[in-house]
């Protein structure tokens, strides 16, 4: 099987198999200039059959040599991997090259936390007697109250809410259905939102829960704005994005001493170990409020100080 007749069944197959149109995107980007520099370097074979692991270590050299991150570097890999599993199903070659290459090593930053302080003034900047001053409000009410994901948020309808068992159903990532709890203060956020929706809605049949200002359903990059301006001089966490909500809500919870199995179930991981980083996040706070409030520690702060 030739290279642009694979690539163009694998994109098909992207959107068939459910998958966001960002990681389509960003995925086929990646096959696309994967196969872009074995043509700048006349490598390309005539099927994927003939492809190997040394034309993706190839690849991944090139990359380096043109400054593109680890993480982004990667990504590309992962994306490569996809499309060579894909055409094993298909029987278009026998082995998948791609996952016979070392990823680079990534270090993993701690996630950006808010202070319970700080969600609080930023609730309380909003200006509450617009509209879109509510959506927000109720937005981020929702966010740091369940610790949804920015997608899963702007997907939800404005039926969507159990509001009898306090809950909704959300599809997360892989398609996999969850039930997200909220608190009575996301309730009331978005009872007053729903109040003056009608205010925002361009179209009245529209059933997207959250509107943006121009009366169209709200999508992320907006909403990352919003919150990037809300955040703006309030904190100093390096990521002002909708998701330090819900990496704010999870650190919260288990400093508080949630289980942490149960935080990995609200925040719907797959795996245990994705919730894990949350802990280095508490034990750093941990650490930094014994050393500052504790008086034995004071004194050893201050002697190593010296």
């Not at 872009?36 to 050299?61: C, I, W």
């Not at 029987?91 to 701690?110: I, Y």
Request: a positive charge.
């Amino acid at each position: 099987m030739n290279a642009t007749t694979a690539f163009e069944q694998f994109a098909q197959w992207l959107a068939a198999a459910g998958y966001r149109a960002h990681t389509q995107r960003r995925y086929c980007d990646a096959v696309t200039e994967f196969f872009s520099y074995l043509q700048q370097q006349e490598k390309l074979p005539p099927s994927v059959d003939a492809l190997t692991s040394n034309h993706v270590r190839g690849f991944m050299a090139y990359l380096y040599e043109h400054r593109n991150a680890k993480r982004t570097i990667a990504t590309k890999v992962s994306a490569l991997r996809t499309f060579f599993q894909f055409c094993r199903r298909q029987g278009w070659c026998e082995h998948n090259p791609a996952s016979m290459v070392a990823m680079p090593k990534l270090e993993k930053p701690l996630p950006s936390v808010l202070r319970v302080s700080e969600v609080e003034i930023a609730l309380e900047r909003i200006d509450r007697s617009t509209p879109w001053g509510l959506c927000l409000a109720a937005l981020i009410e929702l966010l740091y109250g369940s610790g949804m994901r920015i997608s899963e948020a702007l997907s939800l309808k404005i039926d969507s809410i159990e509001r009898s068992s306090l809950s909704v159903r959300v599809i997360g990532k892989g398609g996999k259905e969850r039930v997200v709890l909220l608190t009575r203060r996301a309730l009331e956020a978005i009872d007053a939102y729903l109040a003056r929706r009608a205010e925002l809605v361009a179209n009245k049949f529209e059933q997207a829960l959250f509107i943006a200002p121009r009366g169209k359903p709200l999508r992320p990059a907006q909403a990352w704005r919003a919150i990037r301006k809300l955040l703006t001089g309030l904190t100093d966490v390096p990521r002002r994005s909708p998701h330090v909500f819900r990496h704010s809500f999870a650190t919260h919870l288990l400093d508080r001493g949630a289980d942490l199995h149960a935080v990995s179930q609200l925040l719907g991981h797959a795996s245990l170990r994705t919730t894990q980083i949350y802990t280095h996040v508490s034990i750093e706070r941990l650490v930094a409020a014994y050393k500052q409030a504790h008086p034995r520690a004071g004194a050893e702060n201050r002697k190593d100080a010296q």
